[in-house]
């Protein structure tokens, strides 16, 4: 996976040794000397992750910091500051400032690279749902969203903790009563049944528990439809730097070094609590008020309104980030057939089978729509052609391999699909997202005189 680091130093030569890391690793770096020349940056090349110096004369990174978090077009960003400031009130003063988190030099590489890939994940993600909300709100089908009245919501956070330290779960309980609602556990096999009901607003894991692998409960409660977007925060130890590292790995989103400081306990948990509530109001206006509007009624993907709008965004990121964008559009085999020999509620249910087939093909991401009559599409960012191909082929595979049971089990019909695909990386000039489908739909007319029941992509 591949980021944009924006790295802000006064000090040139620390910019430059960060930015040769990064590089190394294949992050793309943008470095920018002080906290004005920081927000103008971010505003503009919006990055996916700011690795932010503090003492910086001027406008310092706290200052910095919470302009960033109050502007509407950064807000989202996460924010780590690297500074040599090594006090507790420090770190406290950077999370409540709103930095996501406070790394004191020198900063094992290990680790600074596995929290930047932690957070650029959730930044990609998080960027999804804006880009959805934002089509939305384009088309007139959602509100704005108020993001301080769900800051300053009186709703108690409910926080989940798997521990088999009684005593440490009674200190944190006590940490938290003012804010939080705070249910614990020790048993794992228990704990992962609770954690998937999705009742909780964040799961701490204490990662010395030795009842189970701390891991693999952090893994599995990642891997749960219901929790893949609640917050994890771990509990380590003074050292434990390989652990951390592969918990960050595995998708916790922060942690807590023992001893545990009340105050930095509730800056880190508030950070949490509150992108969980941000992302959730996200995806709740988002299909609440969109199910009619821009889904289709018959198989529930979405439709070409949809479409027209939310391809061109997805389209203009690509262009922009320089990562790939493959569509693929889809068209049933001898449709017309069908309906003629069983029915148009026959060619109803052939449509339903086949779109759940492919809502169980793409991930979250990905755009799927009903493109009309019994042609479909597929848009898949951050996505070359050859792997769009094997997702392809993989939808043809299991289209061919299971039939569509019709009148209760009476009559089956076997259905096959063409596929053609398209990619931003043929690098052809002047590109955009209607000529993208039009070489998919080139190389679908290629797939249907080749012989139907294939994949075909478009050449460069």
């Not at 780590?80 to 409540?96: F, N």
């Not at 934002?134 to 108690?156: C, R, Y």
């Not at 249910?183 to 909780?200: D, I, K, N």
């Not at 148009?344 to 086949?354: E, K, W, Y």
């Amino acid at each position: 996976m591949t980021a944009r680091v924006l790295v802000v130093d006064d000090f040139e030569p620390n910019v430059k040794l960060l930015e040769a890391k990064l590089r190394a690793e294949y992050f793309d770096v943008i470095g920018a000397y002080s906290g004005e020349e920081a927000i103008q940056k971010a505003r503009a090349d919006q990055p996916d992750i700011i690795l932010l110096d503090v003492m910086m004369p001027g406008m310092d990174g706290f200052e910095a910091c919470r302009l960033l978090k109050k502007d509407p077009e950064t807000a989202h960003i996460p924010v780590v500051m690297v500074t040599a400031l090594d006090q507790q009130a420090d770190r406290v003063a950077g999370l409540e400032a709103g930095a996501d988190d406070f790394l004191t030099k020198p900063v094992e590489d290990v680790a600074l690279f596995a929290r930047v890939r932690s957070l650029s994940r959730l930044k990609m993600m998080t960027d999804e749902l804006r880009m959805r909300y934002a089509t939305s709100k384009g088309l007139g089908v959602v509100p704005d969203i108020d993001l301080d009245s769900m800051a300053t919501t009186d709703e108690k956070g409910r926080i989940f903790l798997i521990d088999d330290q009684p005593d440490q779960a009674e200190r944190l309980r006590g940490m938290l009563a003012d804010d939080y609602v705070l249910s614990t556990e020790a048993e794992p096999t228990v704990a992962l049944s609770r954690a998937r009901l999705g009742e909780f607003d964040l799961v701490m894991v204490n990662m010395s528990i030795e009842a189970a692998d701390p891991l693999r409960l952090c893994s599995s409660i990642r891997s749960f439809e219901e929790t893949r977007l609640t917050p994890l925060l771990a509990i380590v130890r003074q050292g434990e730097t390989r652990k951390l590292v592969r918990a960050l790995e595995l998708g916790v989103n922060d942690y807590l070094t023992r001893p545990i400081d009340q105050n930095e306990l509730i800056a880190r948990v508030s950070t949490q609590v509150r992108r969980k509530r941000y992302i959730e109001h996200l995806r709740s206006s988002f299909q609440a008020s969109l199910e009619m509007a821009v889904t289709d009624q018959l198989t529930g993907l979405y439709n070409r309104r949809y479409l027209a709008s939310h391809l061109s965004a997805m389209f203009d990121r690509a262009y922009w980030t320089g990562r790939p964008l493959s569509v693929m559009v889809l068209d049933i085999d001898h449709f017309k057939g069908i309906n003629d020999t069983y029915g148009h509620d026959a060619g109803d249910r052939v449509l339903q089978h086949f779109a759940e087939r492919i809502r169980q093909s793409v991930r979250s991401m990905d755009l799927a729509c009903r493109y009309g009559g019994e042609e479909f599409l597929i848009a898949m960012p951050d996505t070359d052609k050859h792997a769009a191909s094997l997702v392809a082929e993989r939808i043809r595979e299991d289209v061919a391999a299971q039939r569509v049971i019709l009148n209760g089990g009476r009559d089956e019909i076997g259905v096959t699909v063409s596929i053609g695909i398209a990619s931003t990386e043929d690098g052809l000039k002047e590109d955009s997202a209607q000529k993208l489908i039009k070489r998919a739909d080139e190389a679908l007319y290629q797939a249907k005189t080749g012989g139907r029941n294939r994949v075909m992509a478009s050449a460069a």
